[in-house]
Every structure is written in C-alpha cells, then in structure tokens.
C-alpha cells in the first residue's frame, strides 16, 4: 500500500532563514513524487515533481526538494524563507504501476515569522 | 484560460438534503478525481474517474455519488447517507499514462450544514 509522511504538523521558521519541510513514502514500484501549495480556502498549487533523473529537484517561487531512495523521502527545502511562502505544504506520492491513484500526506502548516 | 472550475464555492447543506458539487475542466484530461479535506487530515480520495462513462470508489465513497457522462464534468452528488459532510471539496484532473503527469486543482467547494 501507498502512504506519505509528513512528521511535523507546523514548522515555524525566521524570514530570510532557510526552511525544510519533510516529507517520506512508501510506494510500490518507482516512486512518482510532489510537492503541493495551499493557500487559505484555495486549491492546491503544483510546486515540483520527481520522475526521474537528478535527485535534486528546482520548482516555482524558489523550492526545490532532494529525493533520497535509501531514506525513503522528498524533502521540501527552501534556502531563504519569505513570509509569503506561508500556507500549508502536501507532499504526494504515486507508484509508477497501471492504475495507481495519487496519495497525499496530511500536510504541514509552514509559518514565516518577519 | 484552460482549467479547472468548481462551483458553487460555498454550499449549505439542510437535513437529509441532497447537494450536487460541480467540476468542470477545459484542459482535455481524461482523468478526474474528488477529494474530501478535513483540518489536519490530508486530502482523502472520494471517486476518480479514468475515462468517459467509468469511474471508481475512492477511499471515502459512501454517502456520495458521481457521473461522467462528459468528459468535461465531473459532478458529485453528497447525499443525505453521508452523515458528516461538512468539509472542503477539491476536484482535480490529470492526463493519465504520460511521464509528466501530475493533478491539477480546482478552488474549492466549502460544504457546511445548516
């Protein structure tokens, strides 16, 4: 079975220092990874995937993650936070087999503190 | 523009009423997905549907109906056998099959109970 991780509830960070919001998985097959922004009472926004490829992976309004296949995870990270970078993150996971559906953590509420 | 849009943004809901959330997606996807989003719990899959005329039971399909007669909408219809329909309703959709595939979202449909 799929399942994603999000092990902190709220992360608090100081603008202009650097954030990292965690994310592991479990999934069948090859991972497929994401990462989603949401705004208050707003869809969420696609920030960046992992496929393939480089495991370092660069995304809208300055994020980028690290996929780590040993450790299982996708890490959000950021190098300096802005206060507007604040909204609650999902990490998302779908296994590369036919028929596998999208499954998302519960999220993380980040908050960038000027 | 090409996307998503959902409608009504807000909704209420009587005792032992029937309310129907519509989606609506200009971007030719033939996958499309509804998702129920409770505080603190993620994002919780209620129907998908891969194509035309099929669709499937999510994780959370009972109390909830779907349709997919076009390959434009996608509606869901919240019963009065769902007891606690008070939450945030995404839908989504993606074209499934294709290396960059990914879920893009509506804004939103807030269902209360009066």
């Known amino acids: 079975a799929q399942s994603v991780a999000q092990p902190e509830d709220q992360v608090n960070v100081a603008e202009g220092n650097p954030l990292t919001v965690k994310c592991t998985y479990s999934?069948?097959?090859?991972?497929?990874l994401f990462w989603y922004v949401q705004y208050p009472n707003r869809g969420l926004q696609f920030l960046l995937k992992?496929?393939?490829?480089?495991?370092l992976v660069k995304g809208s309004y300055g994020f980028e993650a690290e996929f780590n296949k040993s450790q299982t995870s996708f890490h959000l990270k950021k190098p300096s936070a802005l206060v507007s970078d604040s909204a609650l993150y999902f990490c998302?996971?779908?296994?590369?087999?036919?028929?596998?559906?999208?499954?998302f953590g519960p999220g993380t509420r980040l908050s960038v503190l000027p | 523009d090409g996307g998503i849009t959902q409608s009504p943004k807000y909704l209420f809901r009587k005792e032992g009423q029937n309310v129907t959330l519509s989606c609506e997606q200009n971007?030719?996807?033939?996958?499309m997905y509804w998702y129920r989003q409770d505080p603190g719990q993620g994002l919780r899959l209620i129907y998908y549907?891969?194509?035309?005329?099929?669709?499937q039971k999510g994780d959370i399909a009972e109390g909830y109906s779907v349709s997919r007669e076009k390959k434009e909408s996608f509606p869901l219809t919240v019963t009065s056998a769902q007891k606690n329909p008070t939450a945030f309703y995404l839908c989504?959709?993606?074209?499934?099959?294709?290396?960059?595939?990914?879920?893009?979202f509506g804004s939103g449909t807030q269902l209360s109970v009066l």
């Open positions: 989504a959709s993606s074209m499934p099959g294709v290396s960059n595939e990914k879920l893009f």
């Open positions: 999934v069948s097959g090859n991972p497929y």
């Open positions: 992992y496929i393939t490829g480089d495991n």
């Open positions: 998302a996971v779908r296994g590369d087999n036919y028929g596998q559906n999208f499954v």
């Open positions: 971007l030719n996807h033939d996958a």
């Open positions: 549907s891969q194509i035309v005329n099929d669709f």
